[in-house]
């Protein structure tokens, strides 16, 4: 099960880029891995764990915020195609030999 969670911060406030850093910074240590500048993913092995994961996101919204949060099953997420911008480079054939799914034993 994949958490995504998309957010928009009032960031023209020093009180919208203070919680959106604090906010970030906690998704970062609750495993989430920054995707995109609003774009936050975390994979989690059973949908009760993703379902406690995501009320623990929702405790940490503050006014004036819009959060989103997705939840995409593997079988869903199999289908999900992600293109790394490294053509160019020496060892773009190593950086895109990642796995396509993940897989737990």
């Known amino acids: ?23 970030c910074t906690r998704l970062g240590k609750d495993g989430f891995v920054k995707m995109h500048k609003n774009l936050y993913v975390r994979h989690s092995s059973t949908i009760r764990n993703a379902i406690k994961h995501k009320k623990r996101v929702m405790e940490w919204v503050v006014r004036r915020s819009q959060i989103s ?25 190593e950086l895109l030999k990642a796995p ?3 897989e737990f034993f």
């Not at 939840?71 to 999900?80: F, N, S, T």
């Open 69 to 93: 949060i997705l939840l995409v099953g593997d079988k869903q997420g199999e289908y999900a195609f992600h293109q790394l911008g490294y053509r160019k480079r020496k060892n773009a054939e």
């Open 1 to 23: 099960m994949w958490i995504y969670v998309i957010m928009d911060f009032p960031e023209h406030t020093k009180t919208g880029r203070t919680d959106k850093k604090t906010f």
């Open 100 to 102: 396509d799914q993940i």
